[in-house]
């Protein structure tokens, strides 16, 4: 599995940005994709999921309400929108990903053993 991370950059507080995961390789048709963040001096914290199996998507509770995960399964990436971005949004931005044999779903963010991790992309929220 292979997973690409774009679209970080630099935004206002209040502003939005779109993070894409392109993804490849997978094997399975049961597989989780989330994105996890890491802040300076922080430990990762697990931002939002997917679930292939019936496209249950779980967020922390931190980013409810204004960010948006999804699927686009025609171009095999998944999608974090991000709006009312503040200050504390500032972070390296993961996706990562996992599959299984069987119709598993992830039920919480809290998870964060993926198997397969992308490369960050810095995401900076400043005004």
């Known amino acids: 599995v292979q997973l690409q991370a774009s679209g970080g950059g630099l935004v206002q507080p209040g502003g939005s940005l779109r993070l894409s995961c392109r993804t490849s390789?997978?094997?399975?048709?049961?597989?989780?994709v989330g994105w996890v963040r890491q802040a300076p001096g922080k430990e990762r914290e697990g931002v939002s999921l997917?679930?292939?199996?019936?496209?249950?998507?779980h967020y922390a509770d931190s980013v409810k309400g204004r960010f948006t995960i999804s699927r686009d399964n025609a171009k095999s990436t998944v999608i974090l929108e991000m709006n009312s971005l503040k200050t504390e949004d500032t972070a390296v931005y993961y996706c990562?990903?996992?599959?299984?044999?069987?119709?598993?779903?992830?039920?919480?963010?809290?998870?964060?053993?993926?198997?397969?991790w992308g490369q960050g992309t810095q995401v900076t929220v400043s005004s």
């Open positions: 997917i679930n292939s199996a019936d496209d249950t998507t």
């Open positions: 990562a990903a996992s599959e299984f044999g069987d119709r598993i779903r992830v039920t919480s963010v809290e998870y964060l053993t993926y198997d397969t």
């Open positions: 390789g997978f094997t399975s048709d049961y597989y989780t």
